[in-house]
């Protein structure tokens, strides 16, 4: 089997990469979440605690987790998605656009060429994970200031078997996946507001959809991480999204993210997955 593997955003989860938040702060407020937290900021022992926390539920379901080295100069390194991305035996690092987190990417090549694990760059414009969502034959590209059409064609030739649909929404919103997230082959969760007309209709033929609140979107409840089997790993503040989730077949495993959430990403936006199994649920 490959080392590298994705083909959905929910199939069982086996690999995935992480780093601490030990220094992770609010230095320039690029969005509606870090404005409302810009003063108070992040408590870096707190983010760190609840990090951890997630770390072990990984590894409790036999998920091999590799911890990239924290530095200072990188306050947002946490993000772990955004410097990264994987579609079918394809890892991608990143092409990051703001210059606060440039060079983060150089963090991530070394760790994995230290382990062996192959990667590939993007190399035409800038690119974040964030806005890269993949569902067997399809891949959902958010069209914000971070990601160009460039990129998007890059990915496009190496993956002439994806059909690949540009998805409009809010750029406040960030990244594709702070307002929506398949979590299984039928059903994904979704911030409608967010997401422009013409891109909401290629969704609603897609998905069973799961609308989450305006409330809820500011603690990121589409921001969830699905580790297969119908598990998915989400905030236990979200308890509207969650009910509709229970309802829908998923087990809900919840833990606390709320510090890193200050900062404007929760639990698919730290987490990159390099490997995931190639069986997917049916839902």
Same mark, same amino acid.
């Given at each position: 089997?490959?080392?590298?593997?994705?083909?959905?955003?929910?199939?069982?989860?086996?690999?995935?990469?992480?780093?601490?938040?030990?220094?992770?702060?609010?230095?320039?407020?690029?969005?509606?979440?870090?404005?409302?937290?810009?003063?108070?900021?992040?408590?870096?022992?707190?983010?760190?605690?609840?990090?951890?926390?997630?770390?072990?539920?990984?590894?409790?379901?036999?998920?091999?987790?590799?911890?990239?080295?924290?530095?200072?100069g990188f306050p947002e390194q946490v993000f772990?998605?955004?410097?990264?991305?994987?579609?079918?035996? /394809?890892? *991608? &690092?990143?092409?990051?656009? =703001? $210059?606060? +987190?440039?060079?983060?990417? @150089?963090?991530?090549?070394?760790?994995?060429?230290?382990?062996?694990?192959?990667?590939?760059?993007?190399?035409?414009?800038?690119?974040?994970?964030g806005d890269v969502i993949i569902d067997n034959? /399809?891949? *959902? &590209?958010?069209?914000?200031? =971070? $990601?160009? +059409?460039?990129?998007?064609? @890059?990915?496009?030739?190496?993956?002439?078997?994806?059909?690949?649909?540009?998805?409009?929404?809010?750029?406040?919103?960030?990244?594709?996946?702070?307002?929506?997230?398949?979590?299984?082959?039928?059903?994904?969760?979704?911030?409608?507001?967010?997401?422009?007309?013409?891109?909401?209709?290629?969704?609603?033929?897609?998905?069973?959809?799961?609308?989450?609140?305006?409330?809820?979107?500011?603690?990121?409840?589409?921001?969830?991480?699905?580790?297969?089997?119908?598990?998915?790993?989400?905030?236990?503040?979200?308890?509207?999204?969650?009910?509709?989730?229970?309802?829908?077949?998923?087990?809900?495993?919840?833990?606390?993210l709320s510090e890193i959430i200050k900062s404007?990403?929760?639990?698919?936006?730290?987490?990159?997955?390099?490997?995931?199994?190639?069986?997917?649920?049916?839902?």
């Amino acid at each position: 089997m490959s080392r590298i593997m994705c083909l959905t955003e929910y199939a069982p989860l086996e690999e995935v990469v992480l780093c601490e938040p030990v220094h992770m702060r609010i230095d320039e407020a690029i969005n509606d979440i870090q404005k409302h937290f810009a003063e108070e900021n992040i408590n870096q022992d707190l983010a760190t605690k609840q990090h951890r926390a997630l770390v072990k539920i990984l590894r409790d379901h036999n998920i091999i987790v590799h911890l990239l080295p924290a530095h200072h100069g990188f306050p947002e390194q946490v993000f772990t998605r955004d410097i990264g991305f994987t579609i079918d035996e /394809t890892l *991608y &690092v990143a092409s990051l656009k =703001r $210059t606060i +987190r440039q060079g983060e990417q @150089q963090v991530l090549k070394q760790q994995l060429s230290q382990k062996q694990i192959p990667y590939k760059t993007v190399d035409l414009g800038t690119i974040e994970g964030g806005d890269v969502i993949i569902d067997n034959d /399809t891949v *959902y &590209v958010g069209e914000s200031s =971070r $990601t160009s +059409r460039d990129s998007v064609e @890059q990915l496009q030739i190496a993956h002439p078997d994806r059909t690949f649909h540009i998805i409009k929404f809010d750029e406040t919103y960030l990244h594709l996946d702070c307002v929506f997230n398949p979590v299984s082959a039928s059903v994904a969760l979704i911030y409608p507001e967010a997401i422009a007309n013409e891109s909401l209709k290629i969704l609603e033929q897609c998905y069973d959809l799961i609308e989450v609140t305006k409330e809820e979107q500011f603690h990121l409840a589409t921001n969830v991480l699905s580790i297969g089997n119908n598990n998915i790993i989400s905030l236990p503040q979200n308890v509207q999204a969650n009910q509709k989730l229970w309802k829908a077949g998923f087990t809900v495993i919840e833990t606390d993210l709320s510090e890193i959430i200050k900062s404007g990403g929760s639990f698919r936006c730290i987490t990159l997955p390099i490997r995931r199994k190639r069986e997917h649920n049916k839902m």
